[in-house]
């Protein structure tokens, strides 16, 4: 007897594929969480916005860009400040 759902079995990673929005849905989530981590760096040294977009260099508002996490139209230069701004470094490779 077939399954009624014929995605059972399938991962997650093929739906999207099948869908077309893998690559749209991997890149937000990675995104998402490079966001999560700059503003847990931050609370984690008690760095506050403003200070934070004085050391990058940039506006409160590209900062509040950078961290809202629906946003995924972020350089990859805005990154490596941010990443900087914050002790850290941002590493990325192809695998």
Do not use: C
């Amino acid at each position: 007897m077939k399954p009624k759902n014929p995605r059972i079995g399938e991962s997650f990673d093929s739906f999207l594929r099948d869908e077309g929005i893998y690559d749209a849905v991997k890149a937000t989530a990675i995104k998402r969480a490079v966001a999560l981590q700059i503003e847990h760096e931050m609370a984690a040294r008690n760095i506050s916005k403003s200070e934070m977009a004085r050391r990058m260099k940039t506006s409160a508002t590209q900062l509040s860009r950078l961290l809202d996490p629906t946003n995924d139209r972020v350089q990859l230069d805005t990154l490596i400040k941010a990443a900087s701004a914050v002790g850290k470094r941002l590493t990325v490779s192809l695998v």
